[in-house]
């Protein structure tokens, strides 16, 4: 596969200043005494991605992910390491980024024609096009400065798509405006990895990256300390993020990131028409988020007979069962799971009360929850996340969760017709008009 990103040993560093007049001072004095101290923003990357690839990017505030995207763009140059391009590049980086805010929206758009060589046969359609797009309207004949946070980002991303790029880089400039806008980026950043775009994607938003990207890093201290299946990485980066000691080394040698055709092979050897489960097929992005006053205890399926499952048919009644138990008082709390398919898609969840019939628990009470239902998934792979939470101060506030605490397969039926995640169970007529 063709390279059309590579990053060789690249290092970048900031000089920060306790003051801001230590740059003037620093400049001026004779002993050249230095008043800065260096931060290793990136440390020795090395990075190659392939034409096609759509690569998640995660890390704590801090990490370097802003600086390596701004790298990769050309924006800035790195200290040292080889850097190579090839192929348009939209960067979509900062919020407003790119955009002059002395002039107006439409003048932006004029801009950036003028930038990216539009001829003048194609200039109308330029503008109508990022325009309509935008949805800004007559916000466009006022200047940038004075556009709010969401309209800076509906003119930033509407220019940055409209050049039809190669390669796409977006930090997090999806994080506002209106649902319904960042809903129609995510369906424009869909229609771009169909068609085979390249796309650097930076979000806190774990269920985007795996559902968009084929490929995830795990950027730390400015270094790239974990590359994979988006799953496995987003996975590692959540058990981080709410572990105390926030010691990578330790979740390095911990993390056992098996390959995928193990799992795989695993599947094919045991299945069969008649195979209802398979032992050690379970998820190895488990994620537990701890309390030591509640425990969630032996998650499982189980089928109308009360065997234990975990593959599963279309159209037959399942329960999943499990154990929550509590060391403590508490009022207002709540029972409840989801399924999501193994894109991140959210397909289902139940909860077993509402904040007006939540229940008061005491130190020692341990329930069974039992949750009956009818699959009607299509094949695939999904999974199963359970959770307890408590009504405060006017909101749900989680007190454990398991995610990914069981997965489960579903075979596809002997005379399904259905695409996509769920059977409605429909049937289709054909009449004849003639």
């Given at each position: 596969?063709?390279?059309?990103?590579?990053?060789?040993?690249?290092?970048?560093?900031?000089?920060?200043?306790?003051?801001?007049?230590?740059?003037?001072?620093?400049?001026?004095?004779?002993?050249?005494?230095?008043?800065?101290?260096?931060?290793?923003?990136?440390?020795?990357?090395?990075?190659?991605?392939?034409?096609?690839?759509?690569?998640?990017?995660?890390?704590?505030?801090?990490?370097?992910?802003?600086?390596?995207?701004?790298?990769?763009?050309?924006?800035?140059?790195?200290?040292?390491?080889?850097?190579?391009?090839?192929?348009?590049?939209?960067?979509?980086?900062?919020?407003?980024?790119?955009?002059?805010?002395e002039l107006s929206g439409f003048?932006?758009?004029?801009?950036?024609?003028?930038?990216?060589?539009?001829?003048?046969?194609?200039?109308?359609?330029?503008?109508?096009?990022?325009?309509?797009?935008?949805?800004?309207?007559?916000?466009?004949?006022?200047?940038?400065?004075?556009?709010?946070?969401?309209?800076?980002?509906?003119?930033?991303?509407?220019?940055?798509?409209?050049?039809?790029?190669?390669?796409?880089?977006?930090?997090?400039?999806?994080?506002?405006?209106?649902?319904?806008?960042?809903?129609?980026?995510?369906?424009?950043?869909?229609?771009?990895?169909?068609?085979?775009?390249?796309?650097?994607?930076?979000?806190?938003?774990?269920?985007?990256?795996?559902?968009?990207?084929?490929r995830c890093i795990f950027l730390?201290?400015?270094?790239?300390?974990?590359?994979?299946?988006?799953?496995?990485?987003?996975?590692?980066?959540?058990?981080?993020?709410?572990?105390?000691?926030?010691?990578?080394?330790?979740?390095?040698?911990?993390?056992?990131?098996?390959?995928?055709?193990?799992?795989?092979?695993?599947?094919?050897?045991?299945?069969?028409?008649?195979?209802?489960?398979?032992?050690?097929?379970?998820?190895?992005?488990?994620?537990?988020?701890?309390?030591?006053?509640?425990?969630?205890?032996?998650?499982?399926?189980?089928?109308?007979?009360?065997?234990?499952?975990?593959?599963?048919?279309?159209?037959?009644?399942?329960?999943?069962?499990?154990?929550?138990?509590?060391?403590?008082?508490?009022?207002?709390?709540?029972?409840?799971?989801?399924?999501?398919?193994?894109?991140?898609?959210?397909?289902?969840?139940?909860?077993?009360?509402?904040?007006?019939?939540?229940?008061?628990?005491?130190?020692?009470?341990?329930?069974?929850?039992?949750?009956?239902?009818?699959?009607?998934?299509?094949?695939?792979?999904?999974?199963?996340?359970?959770?307890?939470?408590?009504?405060?101060?006017?909101?749900?506030?989680?007190?454990?969760?398991?995610?990914?605490?069981?997965?489960?397969?579903?075979?596809?039926?002997?005379?399904?017709?259905?695409?996509?995640?769920?059977?409605?169970?429909?049937?289709?007529?054909?009449?004849?008009?003639?």
């Amino acid at each position: 596969m063709q390279h059309v990103i590579e990053l060789k040993d690249v290092y970048k560093h900031y000089s920060i200043y306790s003051k801001p007049v230590h740059r003037l001072y620093e400049v001026i004095n004779p002993l050249r005494k230095k008043y800065s101290h260096d931060k290793e923003v990136l440390q020795g990357v090395n990075l190659n991605i392939e034409h096609g690839e759509v690569v998640g990017v995660l890390g704590q505030n801090g990490a370097g992910k802003s600086t390596l995207l701004k790298i990769i763009s050309g924006i800035i140059p790195s200290d040292s390491g080889e850097v190579n391009r090839s192929g348009i590049i939209s960067p979509l980086l900062e919020l407003g980024g790119g955009l002059n805010y002395e002039l107006s929206g439409f003048e932006n758009i004029k801009l950036s024609a003028a930038l990216n060589n539009i001829d003048s046969d194609n200039i109308d359609k330029y503008i109508q096009d990022i325009a309509e797009f935008s949805e800004l309207g007559v916000n466009l004949e006022y200047p940038v400065k004075t556009y709010s946070s969401g309209m800076k980002s509906r003119l930033a991303f509407a220019i940055g798509i409209r050049i039809d790029p190669d390669i796409l880089i977006i930090d997090e400039v999806l994080a506002v405006g209106d649902l319904q806008f960042r809903r129609k980026c995510y369906s424009k950043i869909r229609s771009f990895v169909d068609e085979g775009k390249t796309i650097l994607f930076v979000s806190h938003d774990i269920n985007s990256v795996i559902e968009l990207c084929n490929r995830c890093i795990f950027l730390h201290d400015g270094k790239i300390v974990a590359d994979g299946e988006p799953r496995k990485i987003t996975a590692m980066y959540m058990k981080f993020l709410f572990s105390e000691n926030k010691n990578i080394d330790n979740l390095l040698a911990d993390y056992t990131a098996e390959d995928e055709s193990t799992e795989a092979k695993l599947i094919e050897d045991n299945l069969s028409e008649e195979t209802d489960y398979i032992a050690g097929m379970h998820a190895k992005t488990a994620l537990i988020l701890e309390n030591d006053n509640v425990l969630i205890k032996d998650i499982h399926l189980i089928d109308s007979t009360g065997k234990r499952v975990n593959i599963l048919r279309t159209g037959d009644a399942y329960k999943l069962i499990y154990t929550v138990s509590f060391d403590m008082d508490i009022e207002k709390v709540s029972i409840g799971g989801n399924i999501n398919n193994e894109k991140g898609l959210f397909v289902t969840g139940a909860a077993l009360h509402n904040r007006d019939d939540s229940i008061d628990v005491k130190n020692g009470d341990s329930f069974t929850v039992s949750w009956s239902f009818t699959n009607h998934l299509l094949k695939g792979v999904y999974y199963v996340n359970c959770g307890v939470a408590h009504w405060e101060n006017d909101e749900w506030k989680v007190l454990t969760r398991v995610t990914d605490a069981v997965l489960f397969r579903v075979l596809k039926s002997e005379n399904e017709i259905c695409n996509g995640v769920v059977s409605l169970e429909q049937d289709i007529e054909l009449d004849s008009n003639s």
